[in-house]
């Protein structure tokens, strides 16, 4: 099995969330720290299709922080599931919105009682490991105006609130926001298929009053950029809206 690398900082364990302790922790990955480990292990341990998506890949940051994320995922879950990293397997859930194989991605095997998460931005890659589905979302921040392009997206909430904030503080607001609410709808399964306007998640920087059965909270990540967990604490039985 191949050693993790110093690439990855653990985080704290998500809570409090009732989970068991082992089986909530979030990593950090950064895509500039030693690049040519992480290069190595990538030739030993990524499959035919990481490949095809990282070469898919225009910018070379990109491409760089995409292997990153992806040796640092196998690396994980081998640990966890007791393989080496390259014989870990892949399936997707069935999509909470419509049945088709494009919901969370999960191991192979089903009877496999965890849940993982993955999210990369800039240099940064976020994974979260959970007893129970799980979303995570990074993000470099942006700017008032790319705030101001999503308008009509949002809760109507949230949208007040954006529209109340200073053009200073709009960007940070923003970013709070979205990064929430990408880690929920990833953590139900349905990515963006499901609309960002259904469910309030807020703003600001206080406690986030998650949707019903779930609990999302900000993490703490290096300036520049914005990140966010979500975590089921059961089993979600449907979704409306």
Do not use: N
Request: aromatic residues 4%; glycine residues 10%.
């Amino acid at each position: 099995m191949a050693r993790t690398p110093r690439l990855l900082t653990p985080g704290a364990p998500i809570g409090p969330l009732g989970l068991p302790r082992a089986a909530s922790r979030l990593w950090l990955a950064d895509a500039t720290r030693r690049p040519a480990v992480v290069e190595e292990l990538a030739r030993r341990v990524l499959d035919e299709t990481e490949w095809d998506r990282a070469a898919a890949l225009s910018r070379t940051a990109d491409r760089r922080c995409y292997v990153t994320a992806h040796v640092a995922l196998r690396l994980l879950l081998g640990a966890q599931l007791g393989i080496a990293a390259d014989r870990v397997r892949f399936r997707r859930e069935p999509c909470p919105c419509c049945g088709g194989p494009h919901g969370r991605p999960a191991p192979a095997d089903p009877g496999v009682p965890l849940h993982f998460a993955l999210s990369h931005s800039g240099d940064l890659a976020l994974l979260a490991f959970a007893a129970t589905p799980v979303g995570v979302d990074v993000q470099t921040r942006g700017s008032a105006e790319a705030a101001d392009e999503v308008k009509g997206v949002l809760h109507p909430r949230e949208e007040a609130e954006l529209a109340a904030c200073s053009e200073a503080g709009r960007p940070d607001a923003f970013a709070r926001v979205w990064v929430r609410k990408e880690a929920y709808l990833k953590g139900l399964g349905t990515g963006l298929a499901r609309s960002p306007s259904l469910d309030y998640l807020g703003t600001g920087t206080g406690a986030v009053d998650g949707p019903p059965g779930w609990r999302v909270e900000d993490i703490t990540v290096p300036p520049g950029y914005a990140a966010a967990v979500a975590v089921a604490v059961e089993e979600p039985s449907g979704l409306t809206g």
